[in-house]
């Protein structure tokens, strides 16, 4: 009897289509490692700041780690800076653009020096206004997390050497997801 392990990104990518979504074609070359053919962009450093804020209010640290401390920000600037076309990296910063522009806006100041409440309503506003932006950050955000250590170690379940294959396991109330 052969037994053959599936690769994780490969097991991520059907985990999306399983549960009836597909994950966009940046966050899938990102996880097969495929890269663009033009020259990388490289973030300044308020935009970098602006990527980490912006992740970690989507998923904030709480009694588990955050985006911040997972590194998603990282994760993002690789994916838009070194997996995506130019025309896609144009709309990507065009977003972090209308978002400090937005922030400045209705608060009088960059994204980045908002108190965590006035980031909160800045992309809960953003979940209306710039649709696409938001989309993609959020699916960048929950990869680059859930791919990362920390999320799959330290949110969900992790067994590095698994057993036999148990399709349907119930959990209780309160119990971590498994990672694959």
Same mark, same amino acid.
């Given at each position: 009897?052969? @037994?053959?392990? &599936? ?15 597909t994950l966009s074609l940046p966050v899938q070359a990102a996880l097969r490692?495929? *890269? ?11 935009? +970098?700041?602006? &990527? ?5 209010? !989507? ?16 994760? &993002? ?6 997996? *995506?076309v130019p025309a896609q990296q144009e709309t990507f910063q065009k977003g972090?653009?209308? *978002?400090?522009?937005?922030?400045? *806006?209705?608060? #009088? ?7 965590? @409440? +006035? $980031?909160?309503?800045?992309?809960? +506003?953003? %979940? ?6 938001? +989309?993609? !950050? ?14 799959? %170690? ?6 590095? !050497?698994?057993?036999?294959? $148990? #399709?349907? &396991?119930?959990?209780?109330? #309160?119990?971590?997801?498994?990672? !694959?």
């Open positions: 009897m052969s @037994t053959s392990f &599936i690769p994780r990104r490969e097991a991520l990518q059907r985990l999306a289509l399983l549960v009836g979504t490692g495929e *890269t663009s053919a033009g020259v990388p962009l490289v973030f300044a450093a308020d935009q +970098q700041k602006m &990527i980490a804020d912006l992740a970690e209010v !989507i998923l904030p640290a709480t009694d588990t780690p955050g985006a911040k401390a997972a590194g998603v920000d990282r994760f &993002i600037e690789y994916v838009i800076g070194h997996c *995506t972090l653009q209308q *978002t400090d522009a937005f922030s400045r *806006t209705a608060y #009088g100041k960059a994204f980045s020096e908002l108190d965590p @409440t +006035q $980031q909160t309503e800045i992309v809960r +506003q953003l %979940t209306q206004r710039e649709k696409q932006f938001f +989309q993609n !950050i959020r699916e960048l955000t929950i990869v680059g997390f859930f791919t990362s250590e920390l999320g799959a %170690t330290k949110v969900a379940e992790y067994l590095p !050497i698994p057993g036999r294959f $148990q #399709g349907d &396991i119930p959990l209780k109330p #309160g119990q971590k997801v498994w990672a !694959i």
